[in-house]
């Protein structure tokens, strides 16, 4: 499995690439212009995250004692197959694909109609892709849990974007989310 699952990410990022050639430019030419708004837009994205998390993971034990997350225990088995594969693949590859979709389409095309769904819908697509796979295995109440686990990273990332205003700072903030999770399971 996860070789299968390092091949979809590679040929996601080498189209990634293709697709986002341009707009990753531009963006490569703010980050540069503005490293030290960059490094505080991902030391504070990562802050948040880590803020954010802690009072939701508070919120899911409450209301679903026990409940697991089906995406997690994938990685986590995957990792446990290949740990070296799992983690080129999730921290290289993945962050820039998923914040090209989500912070680079998204919300960057929804940003200047409106910031507030800019918000709400980057958030809850970026949180539904990570659980569509598994609807059917959740209950209602999992489902729900599910989602809520997605929103504190949906939000840090596009807040790190807007603050940044260059998808390379989300783009760090979810490799070292990435990174630090996937080390943890060692």
Excluded at 151 to 175: E, N, Q, R
Aim: proline share 4%; hydrophobic share 55%; aromatic share 14%.
């Amino acid at each position: 499995d996860a070789e299968i699952n390092f091949t979809f990410y590679f040929i996601n990022f080498m189209a990634m690439l293709l697709i986002f050639r341009s707009f990753l430019g531009s963006s490569l030419q703010q980050f540069t212009r503005h490293p030290i708004v960059v490094l505080e837009a991902v030391i504070l994205g990562l802050a948040a995250y880590y803020a954010c998390t802690f009072c939701t993971a508070r919120i899911i034990d409450a209301l679903a004692p026990g409940y697991s997350n089906y995406n997690d225990e994938a990685i986590f088995a995957m990792s446990r197959g290949n740990a070296f594969l799992m983690l080129i693949g999730t921290v290289v590859l993945v962050p820039p694909v998923e914040e090209c979709m989500y912070r680079g389409l998204v919300f960057r095309n929804l940003y200047g109609k409106n910031k507030i769904a800019a918000y709400v819908i980057s958030i809850l697509v970026f949180a539904i892709i990570h659980i569509l796979g598994y609807i059917g295995k959740y209950s209602p109440l999992e489902l729900v849990m599910a989602v809520l686990q997605y929103l504190p990273a949906g939000l840090c990332l596009a807040w790190s974007y807007a603050k940044a205003d260059t998808i390379f700072a989300p783009m760090i903030v979810h490799a070292a989310i990435n990174f630090i999770t996937i080390r943890g399971l060692r």
